[in-house]
């Protein structure tokens, strides 16, 4: 390995490192940030030095007991809320066990490949 890579390594690992420390303290922060406006019941703010501030709230359902979520919207009527799943995970893994099963999906999927980068510290 040549030592201009080895460089780009060292400086990948070294601002990785500092990024996820950055990343960690805006977490802290955010955190704090919410907390305070919340006991100070404010939703939405602009400071004296520039910033526009605004807690946004998501919520999110989940349904558990699909089975029964299932059965409770055919019988009211509301069926169009219920869509056919592929075990995309189960196929993907048997696809690579099966070049014969493979081959016949061939022309029904796009196959992506993506290489990823994990550089740790040696010790």
């Known amino acids: 390995m040549n030592a201009l890579l080895e460089q780009k390594i060292k400086e990948y690992f070294e601002t ?59 019988e009211n009527g509301l069926s169009d809320y219920i869509l056919e799943k592929i075990d995309s995970t189960k196929l993907n893994k048997d696809i690579k066990d099966s070049k014969s099963l493979a081959k016949k999906l061939n022309t029904l999927a796009v196959k992506t490949t993506t290489i990823s980068l994990s550089v740790k510290e040696s010790k």
């Open 16 to 74: 990785n490192k500092v990024y996820k420390e950055l990343e960690k303290r805006v977490k802290t922060l955010s955190s704090e940030i919410k907390e305070e406006l919340t006991q100070l019941g404010i939703d939405k703010e602009s400071t004296t030095n520039g910033f526009d501030v605004l807690l946004v709230e998501k919520v999110s359902y989940d349904y558990p007991d699909e089975i029964a979520l299932r059965s409770y919207l055919k």
